[in-house]
């Protein structure tokens, strides 16, 4: 465990609250928000067991998770800045989406005594009013500095689908659009699943000048056990989506206007159980997971273009946030010393131009 002697900047936040806002839950937490019990059956009856699978538990969809969540959950550690990114605002007609922009700008981290950086909104780069919604984030609040567009779809269907087509980032009306992100200096924030990382390559490779950075290391699903109807069945097929998400990690690597964040790895999508034995992921568990996709992000990306970010509160269904870190650090402590301080707080500065 490092006594890390600066203050992270976690690059990857979620804030939410179903009962107030645009949610996936809203209608459910409206009905029956007062009994937990009967809020878990009815989220699981309603939403696609795909969606189930790939959160773990419905308490993410249910629960707010606002400034003071998060303070609660980084415990000892300090924290100088955190970045919000798109948590599916399900307000998507018209502008709609610019109002989950004003919601977070309105949120007290000051009460939390954390200092919210950024903002990395979400806008579909196919939408005929693309360039306007740009326009109407950032004068909604002086901290948007980026889009998100998720793109995750896996050929196994019953992997929950986050967009609605497999290969959205070569979709020539989302280049088209995106030559406004690129003109307007914003950054952009990628999640596929890892059998699409080539789609992020392309994307890399038509806007060189555009900095981009792959979530999640690309979110491996069935690295680590059993998802969907086929993925991750056996060891053999586990060794191949290794395999695979190396190879394809390491040609991304190769473009020098991307980055990734070493995050998300303990979502459920990847195959990890520990939400349905009700265990928490230890130190030492995270190490011997986590350590070869850092090792291998490291060595393909270098120190300078790997960035810490929690996904809080995705991840918390397997772990808690001081695990990680502790974990995390001296993963990083054991490769490369000199490197903590750049991937833990310097990288997400300068991608993000804080």
Sequence with gaps: MQQLNFPIIDAHIHQWDPYTTPHAAALAVKLFGKHPKLLDKMIRLMKPKAVIDTIGLTQHLTSPYLPQNYKKDIGRYAVEHVIHVEASWHEHKGTG??????????LPFHEADLNLAAIVATADPRHKNFKDLLKM??????KFLGIRKMAAVHHDKGVYAWADEAHLYRNPKFLKGFEALAKQNLSFDAWVYSTQIQDVYALAQHFPETNIVLD???????????????TGQTEQDRLIIFSDWKENLAK???????YTKMSGLFMPVLGHRFHQSK?????????????????HALDCFGTQRVMFASNFPMDSVSTNLENIIDAFSDIIQQIDPSALKAIFHDNA????RL
Aim: aromatic share 8%; charged share 15%; with cysteine.
């Design 97 to 106: 989406v610019v109002n989950e922009t004003r919601f977070i700008e309105q």
């Design 137 to 142: 984030h950032a004068d909604a609040s002086d």
């Design 216 to 230: 999640h290391f690309a979110t491996p699903v069935g690295l680590f056990g059993a998802v969907g109807k086929h």
């Design 252 to 258: 991304l690597a190769e473009c020098p206007n991307v």
């Design 279 to 295: 265990q928490v992921a230890h130190k030492d568990e995270i190490v011997s997971l986590s350590a070869p996709l850092i090792q």
């Design 349 to 352: 500065q300068t991608f993000y």
